[in-house]
């Protein structure tokens, strides 16, 4: 029995654990938490009847509480950088490849030529 004693006491100190390591909210982050509901409580009262098929666009209140919250947080808006595709690894080159191969869009021999050159690479 005690091994199941073990568990328990184990399982206890996680879940107290856990709940201390929760700390109270700053002041800014309050505020945050404030206008974030407040926002969220004016949306979901004024839902779309029609289904979202357009694209998105703000309203005035719309853009109007995302500054307010802006704001309130301290923060800047800033458009996000544009995200550039990662290299491709050797492995990606390999198998593009030979979907092309597959697909036949490229002979045989050009299909090996290629291949060939990219083992080569460092």
């Not at 700390?23 to 009847?49: F, G, H, I, Y």
């Not at 719309?62 to 919250?69: G, H, I, M, S």
Request: proline share 8%.
């Amino acid at each position: 029995m005690q091994i199941a004693k073990f568990s328990v006491w184990i399982s206890l100190f996680a879940v107290c654990g856990a709940a201390a390591l929760h700390a109270a909210d700053t002041p800014r982050q309050a505020t945050a938490r404030t206008a974030l509901l407040k926002l969220m409580s004016e949306q979901s009262t004024n839902l779309p009847v029609e289904p979202a098929a357009q694209t998105v666009t703000d309203n005035p209140d719309q853009a109007k509480a995302r500054v307010a919250l802006t704001q309130a947080l301290g923060l800047h808006e800033t458009p996000a950088p544009a995200a550039k595709p990662a290299p491709m690894t050797k492995e990606q080159k390999l198998h593009a490849l030979l979907v092309k191969y597959k697909a036949n869009q490229i002979t045989p021999q050009q299909y090996h030529e290629q291949r060939a050159a990219l083992i080569a690479e460092p």
